[in-house]
């Protein structure tokens, strides 16, 4: 092998390397679409390497450009890709790490919701060692407007859709905390939605604290929502503790779910 060829070889991988940072920026961005000023500011790039990569990948069509205004945005086979990867994520297997972690750093059982129709369904957990212990059934269905990841779920649906939600479903009392009056449900809808978690204190289950987060998906709905809970007596009064590493784990699953704030 002459000296030429790793060389060679190394040239070649940067140029990949480029390209990918140039295809990930759209990813991240806010902004739908971007002109090559903006993209060679943002990667510290020339304009000429910009335009060079710009053109391989339209000729792949992972990016497509306007010819009015120059400016460049994601291409169908990007797109596709993306489609790809979400049809074949499983939100159990995404969300499982966090699920441990918050059970680890809190000692409570950690749970994750999801989303079916006007029900949802524990779909996993994790349980700590402890003697006395919270652990839920999964797969059952459970109304959406008592316990806290119900809650967590239900206030973050788009307004029409809770309105329908109570419109059709009488809001049964599960235990003497449920909240069963729909003004009421409102405003507690309402504070959820605006700190951005909900909160419970035996409301679906006797003698039960929790605090729940959503999960959104790349589209901004809301498909579940990740929880910890334990026995009223020892979690209550550390709830509050536990809300910001909710919050965080709650984020990263969304953002794996191809959400952005």
């Not at 086979?77 to 441990?100: C, V």
Request: include cysteine.
């Amino acid at each position: 092998m002459s000296s030429e060829e790793p060389e060679s070889q190394s040239r070649s991988i940067a140029a990949v390397e480029r390209a990918m940072d140039v295809l990930l920026l759209f990813g991240r961005s806010p902004r739908p679409d971007l002109g090559v000023t903006e993209i060679a500011t943002e990667l510290g790039l020339t304009k000429a390497a910009v335009h060079r990569i710009l053109t391989a990948l339209r000729n792949r069509e992972l990016i497509t450009v306007d010819p009015a205004s120059r400016r460049y945005a994601l291409g169908h086979a990007a797109i596709a890709l993306g489609r790809a990867y979400l049809a074949r994520t499983d939100l159990r297997l995404l969300a499982a790490g966090e699920l441990r972690r918050l059970s680890a750093q809190t000692g409570e059982t950690a749970t994750l919701s999801i989303r079916r129709g006007d029900t949802r369904l524990y779909a996993e957990q994790v349980v700590p060692e402890q003697e006395l212990r919270m652990e839920v059934s999964l797969g059952i269905p459970y109304a959406l407007h008592a316990g806290s990841s119900s809650k967590a779920i239900l206030a973050f649906l788009p307004d029409e859709e809770i309105d329908g939600y109570l419109a059709r479903h009488r809001l049964e009392r599960v235990t003497d905390a449920t909240i069963t009056d729909p003004e009421k449900l409102r405003a507690e809808l309402a504070e959820t939605r605006a700190r951005g978690y909900a909160t419970s204190l035996g409301e679906r289950q006797v003698g039960a604290a929790s605090v729940a987060a959503p999960v959104f998906d790349h589209d901004g709905h809301v498909v579940a929502a990740i929880s910890v809970s334990g026995p009223v007596t020892r979690f209550e009064p550390h709830m509050a503790d536990c809300v910001r590493l909710l919050l965080d784990s709650a984020a990263r699953i969304s953002a794996q779910l191809g959400h952005s704030d």
